[in-house]
């Protein structure tokens, strides 16, 4: 194992954190030329393209598109056909993810001035939401999870999930997941042939007004192409977490931690901070140690590698300072006083505090979300949740006397940049 070791009093020690950072997400002319050829494909031809590119890339050989639509009795069965420690498991943690968003939950307000005019803001929920979920064995029914339950919780009336099924193979989890949330209509497909589909519509698949959900590099990049016919959640990078340690959590535990991302993906990133070199040394053995028992031990032995690092900071205050830097989309504080160390946490996408709140439980069932901002834009984005499903409209009521007062200053305002029309419009409304 070759993992990185850097030290913030090296002279380089900014420079060469930046280049471990690095990571960008870089669609190459074939994969654009091809999804660009996909959606114009599917806006032309609508249903029949969304068959032929589900037979030809997901291997399956449906001959009318209403094979490709799961009734929603069969998610039930999923449901119910689970064992029962996997349903109890999955209803708990939908039930936490669902108490946790009904508190982010905004509601209309409005306040009336002295003079009678009203100004406010009205709440409302998007109508339709497409969900894109990974499909096959490599299927998440924590994805589903926290996509669909904030967008119920917003109050969308009908949310349409895609997820491809290669092969014809299904992920009974993710059928009951797609039950136990409430989803309305479920699609048998996926890539960048879905997106499409959900961004303009078919004669079978409804068009949306935003999608969210994860998806590989063909997903991503339709999501970038679509965006602006209809909303998207975000385009994520690989996962990350950074662990500011005190050197006094088991090493075992950090070193878990660390693999718990690590496992992923190729690309994902670990990294530890602390003070102590003594105990960066022994989080190393530990990796040496638990690594070979992994079943994923080679994906997380190339993600440590090439992305990971274990990093000597002068104290705590400069573990914040450098955690600050790096924005990850996990940060776990394992030391004494995790409460005060995140007063000073400015840039995370989900904080857990203490030793004993490892990272996998957000993944999960701890409540908040698990979609996250990476690669350093949790410095001015946030995890998602109720409010990316909800848009505000301003309300705006003038009285008479209102207008009149505010008609002066529009009047003046607009002569001022030469827009007579707009001075005229509010002039009419003052009084004489």
């Known amino acids: 194992m070759n993992i990185k070791r850097l030290n913030s009093s090296d002279s380089n020690f900014w420079a060469d954190l930046d280049a471990l950072?690095?990571?960008?997400?870089?669609?190459?002319?074939?994969?654009?030329?091809?999804?660009?050829?996909?959606?114009a494909d599917i806006r032309a031809r609508?249903?029949?393209?969304?068959?032929?590119?589900t037979n030809r890339f997901d291997r399956m050989s449906a001959s009318d598109f209403s094979?490709?639509?799961?009734?929603?009795?069969?998610?039930?069965?999923?449901?119910?056909?689970?064992?029962?420690?996997q349903r109890e498991a999955l209803q708990s943690a939908a039930d936490r993810v669902r108490a946790y968003h009904e508190h982010q939950k905004q509601a209309s307000w409005d306040y009336t001035e002295a003079d009678g005019t009203l100004l406010g803001q009205q709440v409302t929920a998007l109508d339709r939401v497409g969900l894109y979920v990974p499909g096959g064995k490599a299927a998440y029914p924590s994805s589903v999870l926290m996509n669909a339950i904030p967008a119920k919780v917003a109050g969308v009336e009908e949310l349409i999930?895609?997820?491809?099924?290669?092969?014809?193979?299904?992920?009974e989890?993710?059928?009951a997941a797609a039950a136990i949330c409430g989803v309305d209509r479920v699609f048998t497909v996926g890539g960048a042939q879905a997106v499409a589909a959900l961004a303009y519509g078919t004669e079978s698949?409804?068009?949306?007004?935003?999608?969210?959900?994860?998806?590989?590099?063909?997903?991503?990049?339709?999501?970038?192409?679509?965006?602006?016919?209809?909303?998207?959640?975000?385009?994520?990078?690989?996962?990350?977490i950074l662990v500011v340690c005190d050197g006094q959590t088991d090493p075992d535990w950090i070193a878990m931690d660390l693999f718990s991302q690590a496992e992923h993906d190729e690309d994902a990133q670990a990294i530890l901070l602390c003070p102590d070199a003594d105990y960066l040394d022994r989080v190393a053995a530990s990796i040496e140690?638990?690594?070979?028992?992994?079943?994923?031990?080679?994906?997380?032995?190339?993600?440590?590698?090439?992305r990971g690092a274990l990093i000597q900071v002068k104290d705590l205050d400069e573990a914040v300072a450098v955690a600050n830097y790096i924005a990850p989309e996990h940060l776990e504080l394992s030391v004494a006083d995790p409460q005060?160390?995140?007063?000073?946490?400015?840039?995370?996408?989900?904080?857990?505090?203490?030793?004993?709140?490892?990272?996998?439980?957000?993944?999960?069932?701890?409540?908040?979300?698990?979609?996250?901002?990476?690669?350093?834009?949790?410095?001015?984005?946030?995890?998602?949740?109720?409010?990316?499903?909800?848009?505000?409209?301003?309300?705006?009521?003038?009285?008479?006397?209102?207008?009149?007062?505010?008609?002066?200053?529009?009047?003046?305002?607009?002569?001022?940049?030469?827009?007579?029309?707009?001075?005229?419009?509010?002039?009419?409304?003052?009084?004489?």
């Not at 609508?46 to 590119?53: H, N, P, Q, R, S």
């Not at 094979?67 to 999923?78: C, G, I, K, S, T």
């Not at 995140?342 to 840039?347: E, L």
């Not at 003038?398 to 001075?423: F, Q």
């Open 67 to 85: 094979e490709l639509e799961v009734p929603v009795a069969r998610l039930q069965q999923a449901l119910d056909g689970l064992p029962a420690e």
């Open 289 to 306: 140690k638990l690594l070979p028992d992994m079943e994923r031990a080679e994906i997380i032995r190339t993600s440590l590698n090439d």
């Open 161 to 171: 999930m895609v997820v491809p099924t290669p092969d014809g193979e299904i992920n």
């Open 340 to 432: 005060a160390m995140a007063k000073n946490i400015k840039h995370a996408g989900a904080i857990f505090m203490g030793r004993y709140t490892a990272e996998a439980l957000g993944d999960y069932c701890a409540g908040p979300n698990h979609v996250l901002p990476t690669s350093r834009t949790a410095r001015y984005s946030s995890p998602l949740g109720v409010y990316d499903f909800q848009k505000r409209s301003s309300l705006i009521m003038c009285s008479a006397d209102g207008a009149s007062e505010l008609g002066k200053v529009a009047s003046t305002l607009a002569r001022g940049e030469g827009l007579e029309a707009h001075a005229r419009s509010a002039e009419y409304r003052i009084k004489k």
């Open 46 to 53: 609508g249903d029949a393209a969304l068959l032929d590119y």
């Open 21 to 39: 950072l690095a990571w960008e997400s870089v669609s190459d002319q074939a994969v654009n030329d091809t999804v660009t050829g996909i959606i």
């Open 173 to 175: 989890l993710v059928f």
């Open 205 to 240: 698949v409804p068009q949306v007004d935003k999608i969210v959900g994860p998806g590989n590099i063909y997903v991503a990049t339709a999501k970038r192409y679509v965006f602006g016919a209809v909303g998207i959640d975000m385009i994520a990078g690989p996962s990350e």
